[in-house]
């Protein structure tokens, strides 16, 4: 079956260092990938995503590189803000999807300033 | 723009007791669904509706029932509850282009607690 393995954290960092969470997966066919993010007290919302092999999704300064080969698709941002403080879910998408996205655990960041 | 709306936030149940957690969204979503979150666990999906009148079972249905009599509720109900389903709920919706992608819509959470 599928499955998104992601550190689970928490990851702290201060402000304005490069931030790198790890996202591994495994699926049948060709999933889609994302990164979805939760604030304090809030649903998740989309981040950013990438539909095919060596795709870049980027919003918000974040950015992720699909990765077929490593089965990869590793979350980065060069300087980080306290704002970004949050929990990032990786997920996929594979086949219809009808029967929802596979989640990672999650990641909780946080961004000491 | 209300977007996915949960209610209640917040619930304390004790064990054996039933209630429903309601979900409205006003975007004229096709899909609809429900996800349970746990600590070290991510987002399980519990049942989930591609339309008025078609609903099904997910990951992690037991102890749960849904139902979808329009296009914008989709209420889970818990019959039973039991300390287990102690939780963090979401309610998350997209239309069907959306649902390709992946891009689902989430409300902000209903908390139960179950003694």
């Known amino acids: 079956g599928n499955s998104v393995t992601q550190m689970e954290g928490p990851v702290t960092l201060s402000e304005e260092a490069f931030l790198t969470i790890n996202c591994t997966y495994t699926a049948t066919g060709y999933p889609s990938l994302f990164w979805y993010v939760q604030y304090p007290g809030e649903g998740l919302q989309l981040l950013l995503k990438?539909?095919?092999?060596?795709d870049k999704g980027s919003n918000k300064g974040f950015e992720a590189t699909y990765r077929k080969e490593t089965t990869s698709f590793h979350l980065e941002k060069g300087s980080v803000q306290v704002s970004d403080s949050a929990v990032y879910f990786c997920?996929?998408?594979?086949?219809?999807?009808?029967?929802?996205?596979?989640f990672g655990k999650g990641t909780h960041l946080i961004i000491q300033p | 723009n209300a977007g996915v709306t949960q209610t209640p936030k917040f619930q304390v149940l004790k064990t054996g007791q039933s209630m429903t957690l309601q979900c409205a969204q006003d975007m004229n979503h096709e899909y609809m669904s429900w996800y349970r979150q746990d600590p070290g666990m991510g987002l399980r999906l519990i049942h989930y509706?591609?339309?008025?009148?078609?609903?099904d079972q997910g990951e992690v249905p037991n102890g749960y029932n849904v139902s979808r009599s329009t296009t914008e509720d989709f209420p889970l109900r818990l019959l039973s509850a039991a300390p287990s389903q102690t939780s963090v709920y979401f309610c998350?919706?997209?239309?069907?282009?959306?649902?390709?992608?992946?891009?689902?819509?989430f409300g902000e959470g209903s908390r139960l607690t179950v003694l």
């Open positions: 990438a539909t095919k092999a060596d």
């Open positions: 998350a919706s997209s239309y069907f282009g959306g649902l390709n992608t992946g891009e689902l819509f």
């Open positions: 509706s591609v339309g008025a009148g078609i609903t």
């Open positions: 997920a996929l998408l594979s086949g219809g999807g009808a029967d929802g996205l596979t």
